[in-house]
Each structure stands twice: as C-alpha cells, then as structure tokens.
Nanobody, 113 residues
C-alpha cells in the first residue's frame, strides 16, 4: 500500500501563502486520483481539492480562487499551493489517494497574526 508524507505547513499571517507537499512512497503514475483534505479543530474532515492523472483538477468552494492542486508524477509528489490564507484555513492538511483513509500525520497550517 502506498503511503504519503505531507510537509510544508507552518505558521503564517492572514493573507500569506504556503505550499504543501505530499510525497508518495510508490509510483504516482499508477495512481489516478489524489486528494487533499483538511481537519480543523473540533470539525469534520473536509475535501479541499482533487487531482486526476489525466490532468483534471477540482477544488472545493472553500479553495477556489485561492488554492491550487498540482502533481509531479516524476517526483511522486502532489502539491497544494495556498494563497490569501485566512484564519479559517487553520487545520491539519492531509493527502491521500483514498478519500476514506487511512490518514497519515498530515501537516499543520496555522493562520494567525
């Protein structure tokens, strides 16, 4: 089973930007759909974006216009470029090829002044 390691989170001020990375332990070429999810304190897991192997991407309303998912199959890496961050974006961000989990450790994003 392919595993994923997320990184790139941190503390950023409102309006700032971050780029999250998700490295797969296996061949990303063989994986069709890759997802970014997030979970804020006390809230349920929510979908942020999805990337399909054919180049199709889609972003949840919370992310449209601010976040961009992309993938580099040669590097076995999926990215989430986040701009104009808001305090409401504070959460642990996870990537996976299975929207049902299981989930790794994720990467913490904190947006605060």
């Amino acid at each position: 089973q392919v595993q994923f390691v997320e990184s790139g989170g941190g503390l950023v001020q409102p309006g700032g930007s971050l780029r999250l990375s998700c490295v797969a332990s296996g061949d990303l070429f063989s994986i069709d759909a890759m997802y970014w999810f997030r979970q804020a304190p006390g809230k349920e897991l929510e979908l942020v974006a999805v990337s399909l192997s054919g180049g199709y991407t889609d972003h949840a309303p919370l992310a449209k216009g601010r976040f961009t998912i992309s993938r580099d199959n040669a590097k076995n890496t999926v990215y989430l470029e986040m701009t104009n961050l808001e305090p409401e974006d504070t959460a642990v961000y996870y990537c996976n090829n299975n929207p049902q989990g299981p989930w790794g450790q994720g990467t913490q994003v904190t947006v605060s002044s």
